[in-house]
């Protein structure tokens, strides 16, 4: 067995004999010695998180940036990690509401061009989000969202949105959609060919709108709608 000391190696509890030093040179100068946190931490067992500031996903002189947010998160490795979400510009007094996808390519986050199909009024602008991403591999990722009605001024969720990665570009997939109102919020994957999605929508088919749940799932090669329960059995609708 090596007893011999490599740099960088000490016990829990003592000092590093390079902190030892610059405490000494520290000392004689009349400075106050820094706290050694990352030997606290490497004590603890502590991983120190890191600031890893993310691009701005509007260029700079098109427009103005009215705010951004992520709202789902994957990762298939730690150099391939996909975050979603939406951002807003301005321009005057309209804003408009487009998707929003980065990659994380174990070095930086890059904003990588995602469709947006939401109608655009000319007041009212066009809104869509997404809500939740989930990457299969590499060349198989999957956001989902909602458009938001702008044209009717409600500005409510309007139609179900879902957006396939297939390793070069991002593609919009057809996808069904309720009379009213569609969300989706989440989606998960056991394999390629079965993924799932879940949201709401609205159903007005009675005096009183109801919120229902919604569940989509792709088997490969369409999406399509799988019945499930607003509420527990039991319970009155």
Partial sequence: MDDRAHPGDHRVGEVDPRRRRRLRVEQRLGRRPEPDREGA??????????????????????????GSVLTGISAVAPTDIWAVGSFSVSSGTTVDT?????HYDGTAW?????????????????????????????????????????????????KTLIL?????????????????????SGVSALSPTDVWAVGQFVDRSGSTPIARTRTLHWNGAAWSVVPARTVPPGTPS
């Fill in 41 to 66: 931490d490497r004590a603890l067992g502590r991983r120190r998180l890191v600031d890893r500031s993310e691009p701005c996903p509007v260029a700079a002189g098109r427009h103005d940036l009215a």
């Fill in 110 to 158: 890059r904003v990588v061009p995602s469709p947006n199909v939401a109608v655009r009024h000319p007041l009212n602008g066009a809104r869509q989000v997404l809500g939740g991403v989930e990457a299969v591999r590499h060349d198989d990722v999957w956001a989902v969202g909602n458009t938001i009605d702008t044209a009717s001024g409600s500005f409510l969720p309007d």
């Fill in 98 to 102: 487009l998707t929003l996808t980065m």
């Fill in 164 to 184: 396939h990665w297939n390793g070069t570009a991002w593609s919009v997939v057809p996808s069904p959609d309720s009379p009213a109102e569609d969300v989706l």
